[in-house]
């Protein structure tokens, strides 16, 4: 079950299988491209943010703290309150959240994977609002159309080893980008 409250609105999801295989899948693109980048990487998962101060509360499907993970202070019980998450994951399958987007963007998360029916989306917190984006600010070289294409074959694999290897082979296989290129990962 997965939590959201803003300011008198509650909503309470129950993951399906399938939300859950494509939130599980996603998490492991993310792993596999911290690994692959050689990138720092604290995966908090689905844990329990509340902004009292605002009334709200959010479970993400998941979460990632990636460019801050150095700065998440290790002694404490507690997620962050002043860091948010660099990265969240929101599978939409049965219906749309519709007040994650609104806590998110108080806690100012800069960037959203979204999976639903229609597809895989990055959404990237600018100006105030999230607006759909071509390129991951986590992974500043991974296109929003490679990703898609990951997600999609996991929508009918059984084998989600072979679509990280699949990934990892074709990281490993791109030609070494300069400093102001993009990554296609084609």
Request: negative net charge; aromatic residues 8%.
């Amino acid at each position: 079950m997965r939590l959201a409250y803003d300011r008198g609105n509650l909503e309470i999801r129950m993951p399906s299988k399938l939300h859950e295989l494509m939130n599980r899948l996603l998490e492991r693109i993310v792993v596999t491209l911290t690994e692959e980048f050689d990138l720092m990487v604290l995966p908090f998962g689905s844990t329990r943010f509340n902004r009292e101060n605002f009334n709200q509360g959010v479970e993400p499907d998941s979460c990632f703290y990636i460019a801050n993970a150095d700065r998440v202070d290790m002694e404490s019980r507690d997620p962050p309150e002043d860091i948010p998450p660099d990265l969240v994951i929101e599978v939409d399958i049965t219906r749309s959240s519709s007040v994650r987007p609104n806590i998110y963007k108080s806690m100012q998360v800069p960037e959203i994977w979204r999976y639903d029916r229609q597809g895989f989306t990055i959404l990237q917190l600018q100006n105030g609002e999230y607006v759909e984006s071509e390129y991951s600010l986590a992974f500043d070289t991974v296109s929003s159309q490679i990703i898609a294409e990951f997600v999609e074959w996991g929508t009918r694999s059984r084998n989600q080893n072979a679509i990280v290897k699949a990934l990892r082979d074709r990281i490993r296989s791109a030609p070494s980008s300069h400093a102001n290129e993009r990554l296609c990962l084609m």
